[in-house]
C-alpha cells in the first residue's frame, strides 16, 4: 500500500472521529430526558415565563448546535465580581468542553446601548459570551449538572443581571469544523511531501 494512501487514510479518520465528537450524531432531545430537564428547571428561581421557554426550546430540538448569547452585568465592586465570575466559569467551561462545546466569544462592553428599538430599555452591560454548544442535549445535562451547585453559586453572586438566549448560526467564517479541517489537510499535504 503505497504510504500516501495511508496519510491520507489516517488524516480522513482523524478528522472523521473529531467530526464524531465535536458535531455528534443529530439524536434529539427525548420526552424523558425533557421531563427530566424540566423538573430540574422548575425546582430554580425562574420566571414562568423562562420556564416555558426553556421547556419549546427542548420541546422543538433539532439535534443541531447553537450557540447562547449571553449579556452580563457585573455588580459593585466588579473585581471582586469577576472574580466569582471567573470560579463559576473555570468549572461549567471546563464541564461543557467535553462536551465538545466552548466559548466562542468573549468582549467588553465599550459604551453604553447606542441604540434602543422598540424594545425596554435595558442598559449597562459589561460584558458579551457567545458559548458554543454540540447540542440542546448538552444544555440540559449541563443545567441539571449546574443548577443548586456551588459554582452556580458563584454566578448569581456575581451578577447584576443577565440575558441569555440561543441562536443557530446562519454564517459563521470561524467555524471550528472548517479550522481543524483545514489543519488536519495541511499535515497531511506536509507528510505526502514529505514522503513523495
Excluded at 488524516?11 to 424523558?32: P, Q
Excluded at 425546582?43 to 448546535?65: C, H, W
Excluded at 438566549?165 to 472548517?178: D, E, H, I, K, W
Aim: hydrophobic residues 45%.
Amino acid at each position: 500500500m503505497s504510504a500516501w494512501i495511508i496519510v491520507w487514510g489516517l488524516a480522513i479518520v482523524a478528522y472523521g472521529v473529531f467530526w464524531a465528537w465535536y458535531v455528534g450524531f443529530g439524536r434529539k432531545v427525548s420526552e424523558h430526558e425533557l421531563n427530566r430537564y424540566m423538573v430540574c428547571i422548575e425546582q430554580t428561581e425562574l420566571s414562568e415565563e423562562s420556564v416555558a421557554s426553556y421547556r419549546n426550546f427542548f420541546a422543538k430540538d433539532d439535534g443541531k448546535e447553537f450557540f447562547m448569547v449571553n449579556l452580563l452585568d457585573l455588580k459593585s465592586p466588579k473585581r471582586e465580581s469577576s472574580q466569582l465570575l471567573d470560579k463559576y466559569t473555570s468549572v461549567f467551561v471546563g464541564k461543557l468542553m467535553k462536551k465538545a462545546g466552548h466559548p466562542y466569544f468573549f468582549g467588553l462592553a465599550k459604551a453604553r446601548n447606542l441604540e434602543n428599538l422598540n424594545c425596554e430599555v435595558v442598559d449597562g452591560w459589561t460584558s458579551v459570551a457567545l458559548m458554543r454548544y454540540r447540542n440542546r442535549r448538552d444544555l440540559g445535562e449541563m443545567l441539571v449538572d449546574t443548577f443548586g451547585q456551588e459554582h452556580h453559586g458563584f454566578k448569581l453572586a456575581a451578577l447584576e443581571k443577565t440575558l441569555a438566549f440561543p441562536a443557530s448560526g446562519t454564517l459563521n467564517l470561524g467555524s471550528v469544523r472548517l479550522v481543524v479541517g483545514l489543519v488536519v489537510m495541511l499535515i497531511a499535504c506536509a507528510a505526502h511531501i514529505l514522503i513523495s
